[in-house]
Each structure stands twice: as structure tokens, then as C-alpha cells.
């Protein structure tokens, strides 16, 4: 057996996978926080408690364990956000819903995405990486973009063009579908600055059903829908 086979049996081995895993969490915490360039290659071996060249030998360099990272975070999401988005796309292609029952699915999707991304402790180290990719795009973009970011953006797109009567490729139904993302982002961007000037402590039930019900409100807004009357939940 060559030397390179006894490698990669030993990189697949019970260790070499928790050694693995330790580096993409370090990763994951650490690029998240500080950037890509702002974190050692011996601050990531040292939060991961492996030795430096374990780095190199599990993933060939630091832009390895970058878009590593990338492939967890699809992953991750993947695991809460896929099941949502192949019901919706089995429902358009089943049903043929009409404008107001597009609506109904696009409020349950931000519903979960709003749980998910403001909710979530884990959303925290994420979703400054991929800020970050958005501002300056490495290789990693492209990572997230095919297995994330697009798939969100077509469902976007199919739902509101539905709701409007638009082509999910027109450009007013991506601009409008962008609007309606971004409110959850700035939500959590501007996390601290909110919870400064309101006094919150964290986002927690009631905080999150207060922020659920100002974006559902600027959603029919933003779609042309009506208002709901407060205190009636989130869905139409």
C-alpha cells in the first residue's frame, strides 16, 4: 500500500474526520467574525486544537478550509431550507395557485427564513461570511451562490412573479423579490444598533414576532397586497 493511500485512510479514519470538523468550525467562528484575511492559518490549527500542517493535509490550504466552510454553510441550511422550497416548487408545478395563494407561500417562507436567520445562534457565524462574499467575492461566492443563494433567489422570483402575475425573470419581479430579502438581512446586520436603540436584550419570541410582522406588513406593501389588521398572525 503506497504512502498516499495510508494518508487518505487515515485522514477518513474516526480522528482525521473529528480533526477535520474541528478546523471547519474553527473556520466557521473565526472567518466569520474577522475575514478571511484577518485570521492565521496558526489561530485556526490553535482553535481547533490540531497541529498547523493539519491545515494543509485535510484540505490543502487556508482558501481550502475557506471553501470547505463554504460547502458546510450550504449544507446546514440546506437541511431546514430545502424541504420548504421543494414543497413550494411541488405545489407551483401541482396546483397552479392563484396570485393571493403565491402570497400565502412566499409569508410561510419568510416565516422560516426569519426564524432561521434572526432566531438561530448558528446564523450568526454564517451570515458574515457570506455578507462578506456578497461585498468582496472570492472563489467561495460561487460555492454559495449555486448551492444557496440561487435556489432562494428562483423561489423568490416564482412566488412573487405568481402573487404579481409577472415573469419569475422579469426584471421588476427579481428587483421586488430583492426588496423583499433584504429586509431579513438588515435585520440582522444592524442587530446591535437595533437592540441599542429599543432596549432589547436579545432577539427572542416576542422580539422576533415584532420584526415578523413589520416585514410581512412592508411585504404587502411592497406586492401591492392588503393590510392585515395586528394581532391576526403573519399569514394572510
Known amino acids: 500500500m503506497t504512502a498516499q493511500s495510508l494518508r487518505s ?34 489561530v485556526l490549527a490553535d482553535r481547533a486544537d490540531v497541529n498547523l500542517a493539519a491545515i494543509q493535509y485535510y484540505f490543502g490550504s487556508k482558501e481550502g478550509l475557506y471553501q470547505a466552510v463554504a460547502n458546510h454553510i450550504v449544507e446546514e441550511v440546506k437541511k431546514w431550507l430545502e424541504p420548504a422550497i421543494s414543497e413550494i416548487e411541488r405545489k407551483l408545478e401541482r396546483d397552479s395557485p392563484t396570485g393571493e395563494q403565491c402570497f400565502s407561500l412566499l409569508c410561510n417562507l419568510l416565516d422560516r427564513l426569519t426564524i432561521k436567520l434572526l432566531g438561530s445562534s448558528d446564523s450568526k ?56 430579502k433584504g429586509q431579513l438581512l438588515i435585520f440582522h446586520v444592524s442587530r446591535a444598533e437595533l437592540e441599542r436603540s429599543l432596549n432589547w436584550q436579545a432577539y427572542r419570541s416576542e422580539e422576533l414576532e415584532a420584526i415578523r410582522s413589520i416585514i410581512l406588513d412592508h411585504v404587502r406593501a411592497i406586492l401591492g397586497m392588503p393590510l392585515i389588521e395586528r394581532g391576526h398572525g403573519i399569514a394572510p
Do not use: N
Open 125 to 180: 457565524k454564517w451570515v458574515g461570511i457570506i455578507m462578506r462574499e456578497q461585498m468582496e467575492p472570492t472563489d467561495a461566492f460561487e460555492i454559495l451562490y449555486e448551492g444557496l443563494m440561487k435556489p432562494i433567489d428562483l423561489c423568490f422570483f416564482r412566488l412573487v412573479g405568481g402573487t404579481l402575475g409577472l415573469d419569475p425573470q422579469d426584471q421588476e419581479t427579481k428587483l421586488r423579490a430583492y426588496a423583499i
Open 9 to 42: 485512510r487515515a485522514g477518513r479514519g474516526p480522528a482525521g474526520e473529528q480533526a477535520r470538523q474541528r478546523l471547519i468550525e474553527a473556520g466557521l467562528d473565526l472567518f466569520g467574525r474577522y475575514s478571511f484575511d484577518g485570521v492565521s492559518t496558526r
